[in-house]
């Protein structure tokens, strides 16, 4: 049976193509991911009284562990120690300066955030393999205090840079796709490293 070792259910609110390929590309053999896609109507800030409301209602109504993308994230940059961060994101101004509030409110110290300026989802699936990386090094160059990049969105190429933005920049970086499949894994027990995605899936050993 496929998913011996553990079935992965994804929800997304809009198409989910770079999501799903990110996701399986990393999955170790014996899991499985059942996507589905859900047309969210309105979307639920972080943090605020309604999340709590909402997460307490799936509790209820759900018979097993879920994660929430942002918390996944802010997890996931803990974990490898970036507290003091540079954003890179394919996104316009207002939704990359969304991201760096939620950060901030985490406790987080954002240096800088910077998008693309990509209005449409299905235009942010089309950019080309490297720019995030492009993106990503530029800010850690103007930034060398920094702890580290967070690179949200999974409608974007990502974890296939990580490796190589990690070497050639020597700090540590994380992606969306990648803080999911982590914590995913970490919850289900999974505890072996893998490799050539940068720090944070190599740390599923620790």
Known sequence: MYGWRGRIGLI?????DTFVYEFYKMLPEGFIATP???????????????????LAEIRRRVPVPFIVGARAEAEALMHLGIRRMVIATPFEEEITQRERRFLESQGFEV???????????????????????RLARELLAAHLEADGVFI?????????????LERDTGKPAVGSVQALLWKALRTLGYRQPILGYGRLMASLAD
């Open 12 to 16: 997304f609110p809009s198409r989910g």
């Open 36 to 54: 589905a896609i859900n047309r969210v109507r309105a979307m639920v800030p972080v943090g605020s009284e309604r999340e709590a409301e909402l």
């Open 111 to 133: 240096l800088s955030a910077r998008g693309l300026g990509i209005r449409r989802n299905v235009d942010i699936g089309l950019v080309a393999n490297e720019a995030s990386y």
């Open 152 to 164: 949200p969105c999974p409608r974007w190429p990502v974890s296939v840079n990580l490796e190589a």
